[in-house]
Each structure stands twice: as C-alpha cells, then as structure tokens.
C-alpha cells in the first residue's frame, strides 16, 4: 500500500495495543456524521464540503492546532476528500496519511483474541460496527457463532488453527448486520444452526430448542433459549464461557422493540427478556460473559466474569433483575429505547431469506450499533 495511505486495520491494530499515542485520528466528515458514528479519541474538523470543492482555507486556517511531531491518519467517508487534505497537510510539513477507504473501510475491520479463562473460544471484534462473533473450538473442529458476512475471516481464522468449521450458528435473527451463517454453511456444506422460533422462511436450517446442544469434537455447545429480543434469540454455553448473542451485553441488554415496535408487544418483549436475564444470572459466577455486541468499550477482548457483572453498576437493567423488580425494568427499556439500527427492517429480510442481498450489501450496516436497549 501506498505510504500516502494507511490501513483501517493497521489503525485499529494500534489502538488495541496502546499504540496510538503517535496517532492524531483527524475526521473531516460533517460534525452530524461524526457524532452518530467516529473512531473514538478521534478529532473532528467538518470541512468535507469545502474539501469536495478543493477548498482548503479552514484547514489552513487550523494548522496550529495539529500536531507537529505526531502522524496524522485523515479520515472520511470513502477516502477520497480526506486524501485532498492529507495531500495538503504534507505540503505544509506534517506527516499525513489517509485512512484508507475512509470509515468504509474501518466497518470492514476485523481483529481476533483468544480468550483467557475460555478455552477453546475465539472473539472476532468489528471495532467499526461494534459486532462480536466467536470461533469455537475442540480438537480440530469448530463451530461458527454469528459470522459477520465477510465470510473468509473465518475461513482464515480457522486455517490459520487448522481447525475444520463442521457448523455455523446465530444466535438470532440479526437486524442490525447481514449474516453471513447461510453463505458461510453453504459454502462449506455444514449445518447452519438457528433456533427454531426465528427461521421464518428460512430453508436449509437445522432447527435447534432449549437444551439441545451442537457437537464439537468432544464437546458440546448448549443452547439455552434466552427469548425477548427476538422470540427465538438463544445464548450458547460452552465449558466456562457464556456467549450470550443479544440478550445480554455487558451495559445493557438487548432491544426488544425490532420483532415489533408498538408498545403492548415492545412490553410482552420486554418481560420475556426479563426472564431470560434472570435464567442467564443464576447461572455460575466464574462463567465468562460473551456478549454478541458492544458499544464503546475499550476492553479487549470484550468479556468479563458474569459474578462480577452482577456486582457491578454499570448495567443499570441488569441490576432491576438482580432486585426482581420486573416493572422497572419493563418501563426502563420503553422509556430509553435509542434510534433503530440503520437498514434494520432491510437486513432483517436478507436474514430472513425474504429478500436477496443486493449490491449495496456491505453499506447497509455501516454505522453506529443501536441493538442496546438504553
């Protein structure tokens, strides 16, 4: 790649590992684009207008205010108005670079961890969209657990372990990004696993209830039906880890609104996912909690011991379960529900296997993840 541009990955890779301190993030976009979707610690400077029209007087104007003696990654929405301005920001003696691809390519970027305390189990993070899926593993076979639909990062995760995927599951019917479990599973001639209340018209699904379980190598991965932010939302247990998909964020928990929106539903909804949360925290303290999304958390991997969860005050829904208060609880989640996820009813119908993707595939879940219910 050119030195004029770097990677959203080789970005991302830097913040994970405290490297970014000699990076100055500068985002040109419009401010209201940079407030509903950003890298987090990055600048915004709202001259995407004036960069279209080759104008480069305001970003002239605020040279003093750049750093001298750190590199300056530019981005904008697809890299080409925030190349202009790095172009010029090197005319004038700082070292510029574009990210590129803009925040389009930062939605594509995936990192891997291996998790401590949860054997066997890899969390794949999109820092971009704030969408999580795992690689779960036994000997040398694996299960996929809510691939993104970029479906050779796990193809490669795999090889690179030299694992073969026997099955891909999700953990719902997701709304907010285009699986990629169907593409996945065909792909590889494997079953693609999903419980039976959210196939709709799905065909080809091996069909999965409460307390069946999917075979890995010696092992198994336990399906726990965990209904409320979709009827058929399910969490997966596997040794010491907890993936709990959508029903349970470290937060928050997921919204019970996207099935359907009207108040008597989003209540029934709400209650169902109540009782959900209440099976997942009597579960053991030592479980390792895997959430299938985040929002701006900066831990890397995203995980934390479900005891010390509990205890914690961060999540403000989950402590209405801890004190059996389902009213609460209930009139929380109605009163904060936060804006869709952009496309949602769109993705939902790719997902459902109601609509075919089209060539804007890959555009329609960039953005900021709203699956949270507050």
Not at 99 to 109: A, L
Not at 170 to 182: F, K, L, N, P
Not at 289 to 310: K, M, N, Q, Y
């Amino acid at each position: 790649m050119s030195n004029t541009k770097l990677a959203p990955a080789e970005v991302a890779r830097r913040i994970d590992e405290n490297d970014a301190d000699d990076l100055f993030i500068l985002d040109v976009r419009n401010e209201d684009d940079y407030e509903e979707w950003r890298i987090e610690g990055s600048t915004n400077l709202p001259i995407y207008d004036e960069l279209l029209e080759h104008d480069f007087s305001t970003l002239e104007d605020h040279l003093d205010e750049l750093p001298t003696e750190t590199e300056i990654a530019v981005i904008c929405v697809a890299g080409i108005t925030s190349a202009r301005a790095a172009e010029f920001l090197r005319g004038h003696g700082f070292d510029a670079r574009t990210i590129d691809d803009g925040m389009n390519g930062w939605g594509r970027v995936h990192r891997e961890y291996d998790l401590e305390g949860a054997e066997g189990v890899v969390q794949i993070v999109r820092p971009g969209t704030g969408c999580l899926s795992y690689l779960v593993s036994e000997g040398d076979e694996a299960v996929v657990v809510d691939p993104s639909q970029y479906v050779d990062q796990y193809l490669n995760a795999a090889d690179e372990r030299d694992l073969e995927i026997v099955g891909v599951a999700d953990t719902h019917a997701h709304a907010d990004h285009v699986s990629g479990a169907r593409r996945l599973a065909g792909e590889l001639d494997v079953p693609y696993y999903l419980h039976e209340e959210d196939a709709v018209d799905l065909e080809n699904v091996t069909a999965f209830a409460d307390g069946e379980s999917i075979t890995v190598g010696a092992r198994e991965l336990e399906v726990l039906h965990t209904p409320g932010h979709t009827p058929g939302s399910v969490s997966f247990l596997f040794g010491d880890a907890l993936l709990s998909g959508d029903t349970l964020f470290l937060r928050s928990v997921g919204r019970p609104d996207l099935e359907d929106g009207s108040e008597e539903a989003v209540r029934t909804a709400a209650s169902q996912l109540f009782d959900s949360l209440g099976t997942l925290t009597d579960l053991d303290d030592d479980l390792v909690v895997l959430p299938g999304h985040f929002s701006d958390e900066s831990i890397r991997p995203v995980a934390t011991g479900l005891g010390d969860l509990r205890e914690e005050t961060t999540n403000e829904l989950l402590s209405y379960v801890a004190g059996n208060d389902e009213e609460a609880f209930v009139e929380t989640i109605v009163e904060s529900l936060a804006d869709e996820p952009a496309n949602y009813n769109e993705i939902k119908r790719i997902n459902w296997g109601k609509e075919q993707p089209g060539g804007d595939v890959e555009s329609l879940e960039l953005g900021p993840n709203n699956c949270a219910a507050n």
